[in-house]
């Protein structure tokens, strides 16, 4: 065990080495992911949506009209454009100028003081699905209060003028609504918790595939197995240990910066967050040494792991409930670490659930780890055994062909 440990100690030392001996490995596999994490966590800026451009139609423009207006306008998710006519409101709403059309009709104040009831047309462009839901919500709570304020002045009016004589009528239960660990809804706290886990999750996979198909892909495979012994699990592993440590030290990055630097402190406990970290990496990186194992070709195991954890997002549970979704999609996502990691995480930062809760998440990354990597090592660790054969092969028959004068000896300076 003494010998297997030091051959794990100097893989992922020849793999530190190596790194540093490439540069472009550096960037490509640690930099670069950082570099997006770090892009994504201020592309929303303050995490509110202000002043989109909704066109407005007032072809009212009588008193109950304005005041409605004057509601509208206080709106801090909309700036109100106005124009003469609905054409050409709907014309800036096809050609992209606005996201939404509000329209009053003529005779709305009348025909809303009469009782008759008055229609406002609202056109809202669904492409964009989060910006129309949001300004959806908040023109339709506007139009409300405004008609709700309108109805229960003309109700005060018409039963004796004072509150107290209506006040049997008024009893409207208005729901707070309230986004737990968002009250806002703030877009930071909304998309920046699946999209910077979803991210290390690629980069993850993508990095590890790399590092396990290097020698299969250029060779050295004997090289590798010379320096650790002959110890082929130990060289396996321990190439994926300093990117598994890089990994989980980024993971845990984002947890301390989401709580601290961006200010959304959690409601549970960040040592079970912090663990659901290590085992997401350790997840990510035992399922794709399994995909590397099995795969016929270094290319349909690259292949493999970006077709596994690219398309991950949809099959989370965040954009789409597992509830609605078909039972093969819904053991599919729950194949995938970033799943559990997610809901896992929901629980530590808003939900401040209970252990046993708590647990089941981690005991599905634990063995989304210890399953693929009992599958995977043997198979791994025979196929490094054979390319070491293989290149041993080679560079007896080339030794011997120079040997026998067939090929000429090597260059000064050269490789041969």
Not at 60 to 86: F, H, I, K, N, W
Not at 185 to 202: E, R
Not at 289 to 300: E, G
Request: with cysteine.
């Amino acid at each position: 065990m003494h010998g297997w440990f030091a051959g794990l100690a100097t893989a992922a030392r020849l793999e530190v080495r190596h790194a540093l001996r490439h540069p472009s490995i550096l960037v490509i596999c640690a930099l670069l992911p950082v570099f997006w994490c770090l892009l994504m966590a201020v592309t929303f800026g303050t995490g509110i949506m202000t002043k989109l451009p909704v066109g407005l139609v007032n072809e009212d423009a009588g008193p109950l009209a304005r005041e409605t207006v004057m509601v509208l306008d206080a709106v801090p998710t909309m700036r109100l454009e106005s124009y003469a006519t609905a054409s050409e409101a709907e014309a800036a709403l096809r050609r992209g100028e606005t996201y939404a059309t509000i329209v009053f009709p003529q005779h709305f104040t009348r025909d809303s003081l009469n009782g008759r009831g008055a229609t406002i047309e609202l056109l809202i462009n669904k492409s964009y699905y989060s910006v129309s839901t949001f300004l959806e919500v908040d023109i339709k709570s506007a139009l409300a209060a405004a008609q709700k304020s309108a109805g229960a002045e003309r109700m005060t009016a018409a039963r004796g003028g004072s509150f107290a004589a209506n006040s049997r009528s008024l009893r409207v239960q208005a729901p707070e609504v309230d986004f737990i660990g968002n009250t806002a809804f703030n877009f930071n706290a909304y998309l920046l918790p699946t999209l910077i886990p979803g991210l290390l999750s690629i980069a993850a996979g993508v990095t590890f595939a790399g590092v396990l198909i290097r020698e299969w892909r250029d060779g050295g495979a004997a090289e590798l197995l010379e320096a650790v012994g002959e110890r082929a699990g130990a060289a396996v592993l321990g190439k994926l240990l300093p990117w598994v440590f890089w990994y989980i030290l980024t993971a845990l990055c984002w947890m301390v910066g989401f709580t601290g630097w961006l200010g959304w402190p959690p409601a549970g406990s960040l040592v079970f967050w912090a663990v659901g970290s290590v085992l997401f990496i350790t997840a990510m990186a035992g399922i794709t040494l399994m995909i590397c194992a099995y795969s016929l070709t270094w290319v349909i195991a690259v292949s493999g792991v970006m077709c596994m954890f690219a398309p991950s997002f949809p099959f989370t549970g965040f954009s789409y409930p597992f509830e609605a979704m078909t039972p093969g999609v819904v053991f599919w996502g729950h194949l995938l670490p970033v799943t559990h990691y997610l809901a896992l995480q929901g629980e530590c930062w808003v939900l401040s659930s209970p252990v046993q809760t708590m647990m089941e998440p981690l005991r599905t990354m634990a063995l989304l780890t210890i399953v693929p990597l009992a599958a995977g090592l043997p198979v791994m660790a025979h196929r490094l055994r054979k390319a070491a054969r293989v290149e041993r092969k080679a560079a007896d028959l080339l030794k011997a062909a120079r040997e026998t004068g067939e090929l000429p000896p090597p260059k000064e300076g050269g490789r041969g």
